[in-house]
């Protein structure tokens, strides 16, 4: 099979909307020279469409006309790295994803330790932030909720009441080996974020898993939150005011 015919096969595989690089195409370093060409005549016969170098996208039809790829569909291919996540999504863009705040950020910041990833194009913008430990496919969701955690006092439009409920509810569904890697993770984080993710897994019901989060603060600070009793009733416990 020749690569043009192999490209295009590869392109019907993938579903209208989505982004996808070379990579995906599983195209040989040989040929990309004859690999390009044949991308180039796709894009001007319309069947896909360039992002940035190397980047491309099937675009999707529909009566209102052809739609571009949602935010985080762009963002995907420069959170991998050789299909490894090393980059996630934070700051308000993930928080209203959360459903945290209702607002929609024009900046959307990307946070990674192996490199600062800038886009800065008509559609999309992003900033650069160093995250608290190595990124990977295992552990950035629980990094995710921790940046959430952390970053509570800055959420824009944020109501406490409502915000520690919906953490809370999505804390509740970790099993006992998640919450033990939420744990582990939260270390790295400032103190603030550990005894806040201590009061509410121990709201949750969780006591004996707390014992190493407790210890790792000091036990003289008290954090800051402008959270109430009757809101997060184990905040006395973890010194939260």
């Known amino acids: 099979m020749n690569i043009a ?6 392109i019907n595989l993938i579903k209208e909307g989505e982004t996808f690089t070379y990579r995906q195409l599983s195209i040989d370093s040989s040929e990309y020279q004859t690999a390009a060409k044949s991308i180039e005549r796709l894009i001007k016969k319309g069947v896909i469409k ?38 996630y999504i934070t700051g308000t863009y993930l928080y209203n994803k959360l459903g945290l705040t209702t607002q929609i950020p024009q900046i959307i910041k990307i946070a990674s330790r192996e490199k600062e990833i800038k886009i800065n194009k008509s559609n999309i913008k992003t900033l650069p932030v160093k995250s608290y430990v190595d990124v990977t496919n295992k552990n950035f969701q ?10 509570l006092k800055k959420i824009p439009d944020f109501n406490i009441k409502n915000g520690i409920k919906i953490l809370s509810n999505i804390l509740k569904k970790l099993n006992e080996e998640e919450v033990r890697k939420i744990i582990k993770y939260s270390l790295k984080y400032p103190p603030r974020t550990r005894a806040l993710l201590g009061a509410i897994l121990e709201a949750n019901g969780l006591k004996e898993e707390l014992e190493g989060l407790q210890k790792s603060l000091n036990p003289l600070s008290e954090y800051s939150f402008g959270i109430k009793k009757d809101v997060l009733p184990t905040i006395a416990n973890w010194k939260i005011k």
């Open 50 to 87: 360039r992002i940035s170098p190397g980047v491309f996208f099937k675009p999707k039809q529909t009566v209102f006309g052809e739609l571009l790829p949602d935010n985080e569909e762009i963002l995907k291919p420069y959170l991998l790295n050789n299909g490894k996540q090393i980059a």
């Open 5 to 10: 015919k192999k490209i295009e096969e590869k």
């Open 142 to 151: 629980y990094l995710e909720l921790l940046d959430a955690i952390k970053d």
